[in-house]
């Protein structure tokens, strides 16, 4: 079994309008701190697998973690190496900002053993960006695509975000065009999300900023599927696409409820039949993991949270992110050889009544068969998954 | 019995009713003296935590008077909402004399008046006290004027008090004994006991809280119940001094409780005589009634599972009440639950609170109704007090509605917007009355069906809280009165009908469509819903289907926080109602209640 790692780089320049992952603005001098703290918490929980652990995929994501210098990179990455058996044709990710890399940088990067870059771009429109409180504008993003390239990068993502307050039709339109102009491998689709937690959902709250117009986005969505369908690109998942052999294998992990093991403050793991979570706050993560505790596996001194997942979770859990897999689904034979039983022994009624909302579907794959979500579903894939919870 | 006072007080609510009887119980030693904010007639928090019953609606104190005589004082508390005057009724049969408290900053209120008019013409001795004169605010001189007027008594023999800091409230126990007179009655004569509260206990039974009229009753003697005949052996007989305390005997003249041993407070009705077995009195004493609901809703558990949680809950509420009535009712929207019946619409907020406050139950109350007299083209009547019961429009002859009469008091200056509120529904205005300078009795006849929502919410905001109301039923009259239904795709909903007057069928209906469509969320697939009254459609609106509810993303890995978002979704689309295969969540069912004037 081939495992995934998530790092997480909690640090950011700024907090933007929209965001409320654990990120913390203002706190970079904690960085070289935080690095040992990862580097103490990777061979803590390596210590504790069960034999030397095979990765296929690692990600830094963030927060920002284009703010870590290469040598901190590399600190990390040596860690890694030492302790788990990195697969040749690895997957490895970084989140990035345009607007924090340069060239040298990302010749760096590469040198390092990265191999894909994933910019939050969210939009084209320096109204927009303003709006979000992003740090970049959109000539950064002509520089950071360029620099990748000529860094030797050949797995591009762009992030963007679509439905915004006040958004029109063109204007994300434009956003995309810009966006397949830079030629990206993959790109993901974000509808925005009002958090309560991050500024947008105050603000919204308070009336100083309209609700985003969820049929609008919805043919924000439609529209745009279209447009990469006609470029060249594959939807695999409700919000990605990618370019025939570009699809993201670290986020295939999480969708098809395969282990991975997460790093850093307020990170998600999942392995041995165990979700964990760790402190979220970045003093408190550098604090736990100075703890020469060892804890059974996939625990790390870090983790405040576990949850012991049954095989009916496991299954629940299986169906609820598989079917965001817009084209591979959940696969019956899969799904049997992995549980042992049908899926539809299973959640026999549940699909049933999906299928005659019009929800799900069959599809013939081989001699396999594939449930997966109709393409009018993929907008309201919440009214499918409620199903496989409690 | 020379040496015996039953009073009682009569205020308005927040006038200091509850401080005041502190007060006395304080001074004349009854409870020691604590903490003063916890108030002991006010007591249900209080029963609840101790797990007994300590309901003290009538506490017996000894005071030693300034004559040296020391006196039965016997305190009878009286409910303090309008919806039952029936039982402030029977509470001040059972008395010589009323205090009566007035706030030193309010004034006379409507519910004092009208709690005032009732207690003169059960001829009782009136005490007139002026209260909270600690407060900056209090004008004591004009209050008294006031009183005075109204009382025809000279303005320097009203008591200044405050019950908040025991200025004077001593006085008031000596103005009890001298001017309440002593209770009469023939201690030989055949027991007469009249009923005037009672509640439920676990281990005694329905305690009956009695004032002996005539007679003499022991704890070894048979008892009747006179208007169910029903034959008692009591438990005990006893005072509340302020806990239960038996004694061997109550003779007349006095106050105290029977443990009846009966299951069930309706077997104990408040107004009742209650006799002795063996020298049964020959006639009961006068005033008994029979409580009749006056307001309908139906009550449903918000999940269906809790029904038998519901059930229990109603029927334990019961055992303490006898006013309250309810039968078992299904509801195509709402499925299994009751429809009850309320003395008032304050009668239903409360049983509503409880249920939800003592019982934890989720429960969704209908929109409020009240009960039709339907008289049928056969002939015959029917009362309706489900307005989805209503028979088709050819068979009916007539509908004739419950009638009130209504008091309204307020500064003068809100004359004007009163009026306005009261005629705008149906209101028809009998002529002001002025109890007191600056302050006017504006008298109405009005459908009891016009008050039953948010009236009172709506006289409070017109009158920035000044207003206070008082009403009685008057009668049953005929009026152009029609079905108000409710479709969801085509579909009538039971629960959200309604029956309204021809000329507001039109607004009422084109205000609900306009409520539900904020409140019925968008589903897979379009839903209409539609107003109907008088065999037409008279509004309609459609409820977009959804087209987007899904997470953007699944952030680091993190499931966990994206499966709590499903499963509160989850939780909230269960507690939904299925009407045919639309969702309505519970709020839709009260939305009746939520339309604003516009």
């Known amino acids: 079994m081939n495992y995934s790692l998530y ?3 909690p640090f950011c320049v700024r907090r933007c309008a929209y965001c409320d992952f654990n990120t913390y603005a203002g706190q970079e001098a904690l960085i070289p701190d935080y690095v040992e703290a990862l580097r103490r918490e990777i061979e803590a929980v390596a210590r504790a697998a069960p034999g030397r652990l095979t990765v296929h995929t690692i990600f830094f994501g963030g927060g920002t973690p284009s703010l870590l210098s290469p040598r901190h990179f590399e600190r990390i990455l040596t860690a890694l190496q030492s302790h788990f ?16 890399v340069t060239l040298a940088s990302l010749r760096d990067l590469r040198a390092l053993g990265f191999n894909r870059i994933s910019y939050g771009v969210q939009s084209f429109h320096p109204e927009e960006l303003r709006q979000l409180e992003r ?17 030797g990068f050949e797995n591009l993502n762009l992030d963007l975000i679509y439905g915004l307050p006040e958004q029109s039709l063109d204007r994300w339109t434009a956003t995309l065009r810009w966006a397949l102009s830079f030629a990206p491998e993959h790109l993901s689709l974000y509808a925005l999300t009002i958090e309560s937690g991050a500024p947008f959902g105050r603000w919204t709250a308070r009336g100083l900023l309209p609700l985003p117009d969820p049929d609008l986005a919805a043919e924000m969505y439609t529209q745009a599927g279209e447009r990469l369908g006609v470029n060249g690109y594959e939807q695999y998942e409700i919000s990605n696409w990618a370019r025939p052999g570009f699809q993201c294998r670290h986020n295939l992990q999480y969708w098809r409820n395969r282990p991975y093991l997460g790093f850093g403050a307020g990170a998600h793991g999942y392995a041995g039949k165990m979700r964990v979570a760790n402190a979220l706050r970045i003093r408190s993560y550098i604090e736990r993991c100075k703890s020469p505790a060892s804890l059974p596996f996939p625990l790390s001194p870090a983790s405040v949270h576990k949850r012991v997942i049954s095989r009916r979770v496991e299954m629940q859990e299986t169906m609820m992110t598989g079917l965001r897999l817009t084209r591979e689904g959940v696969s019956a034979r899969e799904f049997a050889r992995r549980f042992g039983v049908q899926v539809t022994d299973v959640f026999g009624a549940e699909i049933e009544k999906l299928l005659g909302l019009g929800l799900l579907e069959w599809a013939q794959e081989k001699d396999d068969r594939i449930l997966r979500l109709t393409p009018s579903a993929r907008l309201l894939g919440n009214q499918v998954f409620l199903h496989f919870v409690d | ?138 004008r004591p001189d004009e209050v008294a004027e006031d009183i005075a007027s109204l009382l025809g008594v000279p303005p320097e023999s009203i008591l200044r008090v405050s019950a908040k800091t025991g200025e004077n409230v001593a006085a008031v126990l000596e103005a009890v004994v001298a001017r309440v007179p002593p209770p009469k009655g023939d201690a030989e004569a055949p027991l007469r006991a009249l009923v005037f509260d009672s509640h439920y206990d676990s281990y005694k039974g329905v305690v009956a809280y009695v004032r002996v009229v005539e007679g003499r009753l022991a704890a070894a003697d048979d008892i009747r119940m006179m208007s169910t005949g029903a034959a008692v052996k009591p438990i005990e007989v006893g005072i509340f001094a302020p806990m239960m305390k038996p004694v061997a005997a109550l003779s007349a003249g006095e106050v105290g409780y029977i443990a009846t041993g009966l299951k069930s407070v309706r077997d104990a009705r408040v107004g009742d005589t209650i006799t002795s077995a063996a020298r049964p009195a020959a006639a009961p004493l006068p005033g008994y009634r029979h409580p009749k609901p006056m307001v309908f809703a139906g009550i449903y558990p918000a999940e269906a599972d809790d029904y038998q949680d519901l059930r229990e809950a109603l029927e334990k509420l019961q055992l303490n009440d006898a006013s309250l009535y309810f039968e078992p009712e299904t509801s195509q929207a709402l499925g299994y ?70 008091e309204i008091i307020t500064p003068t200056e809100f004359y004007g917007p009163i009026m306005e509120l009261a005629t705008k529904r149906r209101g028809i205005f009998k002529g002001p009355q002025y109890p007191a300078p600056h302050r006017v009795q504006l008298n109405f006849e009005i459908p009891l069906s016009e008050i039953i929502v948010d009236f009172f919410d709506e006289l409070k905001s017109r009158t920035r809280g000044y207003a206070s109301l008082d009403y009685q039923f008057l009668e049953y009259r005929p009026d152009k009165l029609q079905k108000l239904e409710i479709l969801v795709n085509g579909e009538p909903v039971d629960a959200l009908a309604a029956i309204v007057h021809t000329k507001d069928a039109y607004h009422k209906g084109q205000r609900m469509i306009t409520k539900l469509k904020e409140l019925i969320p968008r589903q897979l697939f379009e839903v209409a819903i539609q107003a109907s009254s008088g065999g037409r459609v008279i509004s309609r609106a459609n409820v977009k289907p959804l087209r987007k509810d899904v997470l953007a993303k699944c952030y680091g890995g993190d499931i966990t926080r994206k499966k709590k978002l499903l499963e509160k979704q989850k939780r909230g689309k269960k507690r939904m109602k299925m009407v045919g295969n639309v969702e309505i969540p519970q709020d839709a069912f009260m939305a009746v209640l939520k339309l604003e004037e516009e």
């Not at chain 2, 489900?386 to 209504?406: S, V």
Request: with cysteine.
């Open chain 1, 7 to 9: 790092l997480h780089i």
């Open chain 1, 135 to 151: 740090i970049h504008n959109p000539l950064d993003v002509f520089d950071a695509v360029r620099w990748a390239r000529r860094a």
């Open chain 2, 1 to 138: 019995m020379n040496n015996i006072r039953n009073f009682c007080i009569i205020a308005h609510v927040d006038h200091g009713k509850s401080t005041l009887a502190d007060r006395l119980l304080h001074l004349t030693g009854t409870v020691p003296e604590r903490d003063t904010t916890e108030q002991i007639l006010d007591s249900m928090d209080l029963e609840r935590e101790k797990g007994v019953t300590i309901k003290a609606s009538a506490v017996r104190m000894n005071y030693t008077a300034a004559d040296g005589q020391t006196y039965e004082l016997n305190l009878i508390d009286t409910p303090g909402h309008v919806d039952f005057g029936y039982e402030v009724s029977r509470a001040l049969a059972a008395c010589e004399g009323a205090i009566l408290v007035v706030d030193a900053t309010q004034g006379i209120e409507a519910q004092t008046l009208a709690n005032l008019y009732q207690a003169l013409e059960a001829d009782l001795t009136i005490v007139p006290v002026i209260n909270k004169i600690d407060l900056v605010t209090a």
């Open chain 1, 85 to 100: 058996s990195i697969l040749p044709e690895a997957e490895i990710s970084l989140e990035a900002n345009p607007g924090t």
């Open chain 2, 337 to 406: 639950g009751f429809r009850a019946g309320f003395l008032g619409l304050f009668h239903m907020e409360i049983i509503q609170e409880r249920i939800e406050r003592e019982y934890d139950l989720d429960v969704v109350f209908t929109a409020p109704t009240v009960a039709y007299e339907v008289l049928l083209r056969d002939g015959t009547t029917r009362i309706v007090d489900t307005p989805a019961d209503l028979p088709d429009e050819g068979e009916i002859e007539e509908i004739r509605e419950p009638w009130m009469t209504i």
